[in-house]
């Protein structure tokens, strides 16, 4: 079975500071996605940022940047200089065969101005 | 782009009513997703469809059912509503295969009373 889990449930910073935050998976699978969601507080949840299980190198995307390690199975996501505007719950996600994504419970992130 | 569209954004309804919520996305994607979001649970899986007239069940499909008569619209159904199903219902849809990432509708806000 698989398994996600988002072990920082609120994190609270103010702004310009760096975020990162920490994702860790259980899967058997050998090939594997995982994901990065943002839900602001309009609900919607939208994509982030992806990476399969085959790559482990960490991108940086603008001020997002992520860091895949296999060996101890985490999917790291870090926000430098933060912004209101990054307030949301961020969620980390796991797909593996089936089309299904399996979901963290979510970080609540609080930039103050 | 993708527009995952879902009837209500807020839906009161009283213990024992037949409740559907309708789902519908623009983009032919062969899967959609039905999930109920709760504080601190994440996402959980209530159902999905992989095509039309095909559905299987997620980690939660006790109390619910499904339809998916056209490829656009995926409709989760409540035979008879309760009030420890008040949550937070979001859909999705996505192509197939483990690159895809699922798009989001706006979420409904269902409250049983």
């Known amino acids: 079975a698989q398994k996600v889990t988002q072990a920082q449930t609120e994190i609270s910073v103010v702004e310009k500071e760096d975020v990162t935050l920490d994702c860790v998976y259980e899967t058997r699978d050998t090939t594997y996605y995982l994901f990065w969601y943002k839900q602001p507080p309009s609900g919607e949840l939208v994509f982030l940022i992806r990476?399969?299980?085959?790559?482990?190198q960490n991108e940086i995307s603008g001020r997002y940047s992520w860091n895949f390690q296999k060996s101890t199975s985490s999917f790291n996501f870090t926000i430098t200089a933060s912004q209101v505007v990054d307030s949301a719950v961020y969620f980390c996600a796991l797909k593996t065969a089936g089309n299904k994504l399996t979901f963290g419970g979510g970080t609540r992130v609080l930039v103050k101005p | 782009d993708v527009k995952v569209t879902q009837s209500s954004r807020y839906l009161v309804k009283r213990t024992g009513e037949k409740v559907f919520l309708e789902c519908v996305q623009d983009?032919?994607?062969?899967?959609m997703f039905w999930y109920r979001q709760d504080p601190g649970l994440g996402l959980r899986l209530i159902y999905f469809s992989y095509d039309v007239k095909m559905k299987e069940k997620g980690d939660i499909p006790e109390g619910y059912s499904v339809s998916r008569e056209k490829k656009e619209r995926f409709s989760l159904i409540l035979e008879s509503a309760s009030t420890n199903q008040t949550s937070m219902y979001l859909c999705a849809s996505s192509g197939t295969g483990l690159f895809y990432e699922q798009y989001f509708g706006p979420g409904t806000r269902l409250t049983v009373t």
């Open positions: 983009m032919d994607h062969e899967n």
């Open positions: 990476r399969n299980s085959f790559d482990e």
